[in-house]
């Protein structure tokens, strides 16, 4: 059972473009939602993280958008670069529970210069 | 600030063999994690330990043992290696119990195949 399904796999857009990548959940006890990023031969980073008591959180040209009633969370990338280029891995967790992060399965972005 | 510290970064073996993995993190972590890595699959947890002592079995556990040997070091062992586990391994730790301590910090990875 998927828990956290995103979309697209892949993902090409022009420099200066807008990238979004968006997420679905199921389990309506998940209460914390972060974006990770990855480059070529590295782990995985924190990007940015949103909880559900609000609907938006802007870091940069980075932003989470967030639907309760929907159960959907997205990630947009405004004036992509082609430094963007990496996988962006969406997650959830319940705070205070099984400590456990759920992936989904990831998007790889590609700017073109 | 090393961080998360995994080795080896490489590693090619044959079917049946066996070999652990080390991790250690120097952030005084409560919770650590093993994830592996396939395309298309994203990130899967293999195993986590919540704090020193205690370990559980996350989603594919399947063929691998863990060891919580102390508060830094979890180390992952395969005991007979199949050509399914080639992959690349991750492993991770975060604070636990304190508000915002969900960030997860990640080791460079190693990556496995078994042939």
């Known amino acids: 059972q998927q828990q956290v399904k995103q979309s697209p796999q892949s993902l090409i857009v022009q420099k200066g473009g807008i990238s979004i990548i968006n997420c679905a959940y199921e389990n309506t006890a998940f209460d914390y939602f972060p974006w990770y990023q990855q480059f070529p031969g590295k782990g995985p980073a924190l990007l940015i993280a949103?909880?559900?008591?609000?609907s938006e959180k802007k870091e940069g040209r980075f932003t989470i958008s967030f639907n309760k009633s929907a159960k959907q969370f997205s990630l947009h990338i405004m004036d992509s670069q082609p430094g963007d280029s990496a996988t962006y891995f969406c997650a959830a967790s319940i705070q205070g529970g099984s400590e456990k992060l759920v992936f989904g399965k990831g998007t790889k972005l590609t700017v073109n210069p | 600030n090393a961080g998360v510290t995994q080795t080896p970064k490489f590693q090619v073996l044959k079917t049946g063999q066996s070999m652990t993995l080390q991790c250690a993190q120097d952030m005084n972590h409560n919770s650590m994690y093993w994830y592996r890595q396939d395309p298309g699959m994203g990130l899967r947890l293999i195993y986590y330990s919540a704090s020193e002592g205690t370990t559980d079995k996350g989603e594919v556990p399947n063929g691998y043992n863990v060891s919580r040997l102390n508060k830094r070091e979890f180390s992952l062992r395969l005991e007979s290696a199949a050509p399914s586990q080639t992959s690349v391994y991750f492993c991770?730790?975060?604070?636990?119990?304190?508000?915002?301590?969900?960030?997860?910090?990640f080791g460079s990875g190693t990556q496995l195949s078994v042939l």
């Open positions: 991770a730790s975060k604070k636990s119990g304190t508000l915002g301590g969900e960030k997860l910090f």
């Open positions: 949103i909880r559900p008591d609000v």
